[in-house]
């Protein structure tokens, strides 16, 4: 006896002489993937980006049309206000600048000056040591010539002994 479960039954006709309706294929059981950032729509930032690549002059002309609608908006008073604000914040920026520049300057011509007397000592110094190596050697060089000297002497004096 089949068993009922796996026992195929007969494919049912459609009322009316229709087909039969096509089965919807069965849903799976994991969950479809949502789509990655990469797949999905551009963001806005981006759209915006591109649009100002295909269209800069456009881009320039709103950017203008903007500034000169803002302007408008303005009380006649507020963009000077502005501007001198402006103007005084960039006196005091490079007032600060220069006074900076200075004290670098006082700074490096002073470790300069520092150096060189550091120089000029090691200088002194290893002159110092070098005349006094230059007195040391030319002393020990006398010292050994006289000992040559000597030692040929004894030699020629012991030659002159060994001969009579």
Not at 15 to 20: I, N
Not at 53 to 82: D, E, N, Q, S, T
Not at 87 to 110: C, D, P, V
């Amino acid at each position: 006896m089949p068993n009922s479960k796996t026992a195929k039954s007969p494919a049912r006709k459609a009322p009316s002489g229709r087909k039969p309706a096509a089965k919807k294929p069965a849903a799976s059981k994991t969950p479809a993937k949502p789509r990655s950032k990469s797949e999905a729509e551009p963001t806005t930032a981006e759209s915006l980006t591109e649009f100002a690549r295909k269209r800069p002059g456009l881009v320039v002309g709103g950017a203008i049309f903007a500034g000169l609608v803002v302007g408008a908006l303005m009380p006649r008073g507020a963009g000077r206000k502005i501007v001198r604000g402006v103007a005084s914040a960039a006196a005091i920026s490079s007032e600060a600048g220069l006074t900076i520049a200075r004290q670098a300057r006082e700074k490096t011509l002073h470790a300069a000056d520092e150096a060189g007397e550091q120089l000029r000592d090691i200088e002194g110094r290893a002159s110092d040591s070098a005349r006094r190596i230059g007195r040391s050697t030319v002393a020990a060089a006398g010292t050994a010539r006289h000992t040559a000297l000597d030692l040929v002497r004894t030699g020629l004096n012991l030659l002159a002994t060994l001969k009579r």
